[in-house]
């Protein structure tokens, strides 16, 4: 089962891409980015109520929902938002103590797992390069990052050598074109929230990188 | 690391600016300004309407608050406009246009922390129809 694990809608506010449309590109797609689901981790924020099940129901693909929040080694995606989770951090706040996020929300069911490492400022890479001690309980690290320049992605690898970390991906798209070109797929069955949480900490999944063959099917049209 | 940002002004109303009614010329010229060709927004008559972007070309008294905080950075820049269009403007519409700050958030990317200013401006016609509602950001660090 392959999910993108990181995408934006329009409800982020750098984000042009309505989420039906993402769905229907997806649908469009399918030879070429083979998504049963996409996890939206809206910048900053979460909607407890948003109710995407019949657009799941028009398009089937899964649609699960988690939020990137920002600290102090940079962007970490949350997966299981839950009520006790958003009354202990605000989501808004682009403060907030990465150690107290990965602790707290693994307490409270969910996973907490730095997004894009090898991206400078906001990346784990370059806090801990830096010297900053390494955070405890991470499970996850997002090893491929659709949204990553050249260079960013390939730090990753020793970030996953050092520590254990385990690897997922997610395409980070803020644009409709850019859903699902890096993904992670799952040897287990996940269909939700829930089951994404438990799957994340065990490490029967990997990254796919469906860019390369998105560039050729773009360049043999 | 930086203080958290005043959002005390969030809400503030900074410009309320009626303007002259509007006249066939103005809406010709705006569309002469930039090419435009369809007949309905650039051609004299009875039915002619302005371009949707029209009410864009509006200039208040001020362009942003005076009291703004003056720790959100030394710098800053366009970044972007969301727009939504509402009814036409027509020769002889009165409009007007209020601003304020509708949000101040932070946010942190490759380059450092940045914060950014949304400044809302309503603009009405004299039957008080929304002719646009037009967010305009800035970006400060």
Redesign the interface.
């Known amino acids: 089962m392959i999910l993108d694990l990181h995408a934006h809608s329009d409800a982020s506010?750098?984000s042009r891409a309505p989420l039906e449309t993402y769905l229907k590109w997806l649908q469009r797609k399918r030879d070429l980015l083979p998504i049963d689901g996409i996890v939206l981790t809206e910048?900053?924020q979460w909607n407890p109520a948003a109710d995407y099940r019949s657009l799941e129901d028009h398009y089937g693909i899964l649609i699960l929902r988690g939020a990137e929040v920002?600290t102090?080694y940079?962007?970490i995606l949350i997966y299981g938002v839950t009520d006790e989770m958003t009354r202990r951090f605000d989501f808004?706040?682009?403060?907030l103590t990465a150690q107290e996020v990965v602790r707290e929300v693994a307490r409270m069911g969910g996973v907490a797992a730095p997004c894009h490492p090898g991206?400078?400022?906001?990346g784990l890479c370059e806090h801990y390069a830096a010297g900053k001690p390494p955070l405890e309980g991470v499970v996850a690290v997002e090893a491929l990052n659709g949204g990553s320049r050249r260079g960013e992605n390939e730090r990753v690898q020793a970030l996953i050598d050092t520590y254990g970390y385990g690897a997922f991906g997610g395409s980070d798209a803020h644009l409709v074109s850019l859903i699902g070109i890096c993904a992670t797929e799952f040897d287990d069955d996940v269909r939700s929230t829930e089951a994404l949480v438990a799957a994340l900490q065990g490490r029967r999944y990997r990254p796919v990188d469906f860019r390369e063959q998105v560039r050729a099917a773009r360049g043999a049209a | 690391?930086s203080v958290?940002v005043d959002r005390s002004v969030v809400g503030q109303e900074f410009d309320r600016t009626t303007f002259p009614p509007v006249t066939a010329d103005d809406i010709l010229a705006y569309a002469a300004a930039y090419g435009e060709t369809d007949a309905g927004w650039s051609r004299p008559g009875p039915d002619l309407t302005a371009p949707p972007t029209f009410s864009f070309s509006l200039r208040g008294s001020h362009f942003m608050p005076k009291n703004l905080p003056t720790h959100l950075g030394r710098h800053a820049f366009d970044a972007g406009k969301d727009i939504e269009i509402g009814v036409a403007v027509r020769p002889g519409d009165v409009l007007t246009a209020v601003s304020t700050v509708h949000d101040i958030?932070?946010?942190?990317?490759?380059?450092?922390?940045m914060t950014?200013v949304v400044f809302r401006t309503a603009v009405t016609n004299e039957r008080d129809e929304t002719v646009a509602v037009i967010d305009q950001k800035m970006m400060f660090r």
């Open positions: 506010e750098d910048h900053r920002e102090e940079g962007h808004a706040n682009v403060r991206r400078p400022t906001i | 690391m958290p958030y932070e946010k942190t990317g490759r380059t450092g922390a950014f």
